[in-house]
């Protein structure tokens, strides 16, 4: 009986030890890396454009039946 409770004790002994592992370095997640997408230089031309034209069709379109003149 003594024999087989110094063998447990012993199995006990190592067996935690066994267990328990070494150092562990923590993983550490990089950091996200954000990249912006720059924008097309003919995008930026369309609100100029659009200014343009509808200032156009607004000149076009005077009708002012005023006379002058005669």
């Keep these: 009986m003594r024999k087989l409770l110094l063998a447990s004790a012993i199995a006990a002994v190592t067996a935690s030890s066994a267990l328990a592992g070494g150092y562990v370095a923590p ?7 954000v990249v ?5 230089s003919s995008s930026s031309i369309w609100i100029p454009l ?3 034209v509808a200032v156009g069709l ?3 379109n005077n009708d002012d039946d005023e ?3 005669d």
Excluded: N
Aim: aromatic share 0%.
């Design 27 to 33: 993983v550490v997640a990089a950091a996200p890396v």
């Design 36 to 40: 912006e997408k720059g924008s097309s």
């Design 50 to 52: 659009a200014v343009l």
């Design 58 to 60: 607004i000149v076009a």
């Design 67 to 69: 006379v002058t003149g």
